[in-house]
């Protein structure tokens, strides 16, 4: 497998412009997690879903944010409008059910916003 | 309630030195603790993990303690190397909700 995939790696966008981030997570993995990391604030969970199903959003910091799992191979994130202080590098993660099974991190997307 | 405290911030350590990195929580109902290592452009990846039925755990340089009366937990690398420079993260789950809970993470540099 190979592993975590996000795309795209880097996104510079212009404040108020919607952002869209993706991710595939490992292919049989129920869960799926959607992180967000500053240097202030380190890495927060913004959202995960088990079997495409939203079970927890409760970091998604405003309503801009909205995550959707269509399936099981693959995760949006989309921020609309985006701001500045989007600003972060948005990791996808996915774990295996069955206990304290490992999380797998993608490489990530550096968001920029101007 | 769901956080997880982490010290240092940063850390500067001569090659062959040990690096000690602590975290603490308070929610007595996790049940998982692992440490996740990040590199530069990458994202981060499990290094080491105990569950708080053991209080220490050692791969190779890298040993967990855990004190379950306390609530803390802390990662030690022995032998420090340059290749070990990174950002360690500690963090915390339950078996219920799958989700972890990190700590803010600690910079490491291991001077060569």
């Known amino acids: 497998d190979a592993g975590v995939i996000q795309s795209p790696r880097h996104e510079v966008t212009e404040m108020g412009q919607e952002v869209t981030l993706r991710c595939k997570p490992i292919s049989g993995h129920d869960y799926l997690f959607w992180y967000r990391q500053t240097m202030m604030r380190g890495l927060e969970l913004l959202i995960y879903f088990n079997n495409n199903v939203p079970i927890d959003d409760s970091g998604m910091p405003e309503d801009r944010f909205s995550a959707k799992m269509p399936n099981a191979s693959f995760s949006t994130l989309k921020i609309q409008p985006s701001e500045p202080r989007d600003s972060a590098v948005y990791f996808c993660?996915?774990?295996?059910?069955?206990?304290?099974?490992?999380?797998?991190f993608g490489q990530g997307t550096r968001l920029t916003v101007v | 309630q769901q956080q997880v405290k982490q010290s240092p911030q940063s850390l500067i350590v001569q090659k062959g030195g040990i690096s000690i990195i602590n975290c603490a929580y308070e929610n007595t109902a996790f049940d998982y603790f692992p440490w996740y290592q990040q590199f530069p452009g990458k994202g981060p990846a499990l290094l080491i993990a105990i569950r708080p039925d053991v209080s220490e755990k050692k791969e190779g340089r890298f040993t967990i303690s855990f004190n379950k009366s306390a609530k803390q937990f802390s990662l030690h690398i022995m032998d420090s190397q340059p290749g070990d420079s990174a950002t360690y993260f500690c963090a915390a789950s339950t078996g219920g909700t799958y989700k972890y809970i990190f700590g803010t993470g600690t910079r490491l540099k291991v001077l060569a």
């Open positions: 993660a996915s774990r295996a059910a069955g206990g304290n099974t490992e999380a797998f």
